[in-house]
């Protein structure tokens, strides 16, 4: 009698509606998906899920809930279910889409994405899902919010910059433009008003941010960003995967002697994180001497300060990431000895990587 050594359920989730799969792998290694069952992508929608999931599981054998991250569709059914304390696993969308070649679909609909997801659920070896913490949660909404109406605000800066020396320039216009900038504003200093507020209501959110905030050429806003992005570094474990997941990791592609690509960075990451580093790189280099030193023998060996600049920050990701564990300030002369014993550092294991 064949054993089942695995089962997990694949949910393709949507904006109205989940394609649910179940799936078993048994001691032959061989795979047993049942027919997809669309419920509603609402409360009741999950409990029906749970329901239909509890008739057909395995007692006694785990069972993973896996789903793409699909936008914001994804995130209450996430919640609910670890709520309910079953093991979730939340997928990016391009490893499902890398799997999903090597079964060699070529058709693809919602039940059909359910089975792929199922199956690889079955074949892969997933973390689990956290509920991310409220805290850090406020930080993300807050600094994108703020990031969106800056990146608004510039849009319709060109457009008056544009409009003001054309040749048939409306007046009327004009002063729409000027007043939606001067609304946009408004809107980001309340949205900084508001995050400080915040910011002090948690004195142990606070002295972290503090700390943090001792590197020279950073501020509140790129830590809260830089916090936000990563959850409070809750699911990092090392400083690898940290400049992985921010896409600042160096790939580099080599085969044979006819095929050598230039290293570069992935940016298969966290793009919200490369670009709040971007502006206190450079202002690490002009304050930090230990940087400065940094950008301007990296400058010196390739001659392309661009890449010496997203050197530096991966440098001060790490450097973040580090006070932030340790829950210490910025000490100028880490990586010195004095008297036998070496100080607080900031981290120098991103020197052997080569620039991108």
Avoid at 2 to 7: E, M, S, Y
Avoid at 332 to 341: N, V
Wanted: glycine share 4%; charged share 25%.
């Amino acid at each position: 009698m064949k054993t089942i050594l695995r089962q997990a359920i694949g949910i393709d989730c949507s904006k109205d509606k989940l394609d649910c799969c179940y799936g078993q792998l048994g001691s032959d290694f061989t795979m047993d998906l049942h027919a997809p069952v669309v419920f509603a992508n609402t409360i009741v929608g999950f409990n029906k899920l749970l329901d239909w999931a509890n008739k057909r599981l395995v007692d006694d054998l785990p069972v993973m809930f896996v789903m793409e991250a699909t936008g914001v569709y994804h995130e209450q059914l996430a919640s609910f279910l670890a709520d309910q304390n079953c093991a979730v696993s939340v997928v990016l969308p391009n490893r499902i889409s890398n799997f999903m070649r090597t079964t060699a679909t070529k058709t693809i609909t919602d039940k059909i994405a359910a089975q792929i997801i199922a199956q690889f659920a079955l074949e892969k070896k997933l973390d689990t899902w956290q509920k991310p913490n409220r805290s850090f949660l406020r930080l993300k909404q807050l600094t994108r919010e703020r990031a969106q109406l800056i990146a608004d605000r510039t849009v319709v800066s060109n457009q008056l910059h544009a409009e003001k020396h054309s040749a048939w320039a409306s007046p009327s216009s004009i002063k729409r433009m000027d007043a939606h900038i001067q609304f946009i504003n408004k809107q980001i200093k309340e949205i900084e008003a508001e995050l400080s507020t915040f910011i002090n209501k948690e004195s142990a959110l606070k002295t972290g941010i503090e700390n943090v905030c001792t590197i020279p050429g950073v501020n509140v806003l790129s830590v809260a960003t830089v916090l936000g992005e990563t959850n409070g570094f809750e699911l990092i474990r090392n400083k690898k995967q940290l400049v992985s997941y921010a896409g600042l990791d160096v790939i580099e592609k080599e085969s044979g002697t006819s095929v050598k690509s230039r290293p570069r960075i992935s940016k298969k990451g966290n793009r919200h994180l490369r670009k709040a580093l971007y502006f206190p790189a450079f202002s690490s280099v002009r304050f930090n001497t230990d940087m400065n030193s940094h950008y301007a023998k990296l400058v010196a060996k390739h001659g392309v300060k661009m890449k010496a600049a997203v050197s530096v920050q991966r440098k001060l990701l790490v450097l973040i990431y580090t006070l932030w564990k340790r829950n210490t300030p910025f000490v100028k002369e880490y990586g010195k000895k004095e008297s036998g014993q070496q100080l607080l550092a900031t981290p120098t294991e991103l020197d052997q990587i080569r620039p991108e």
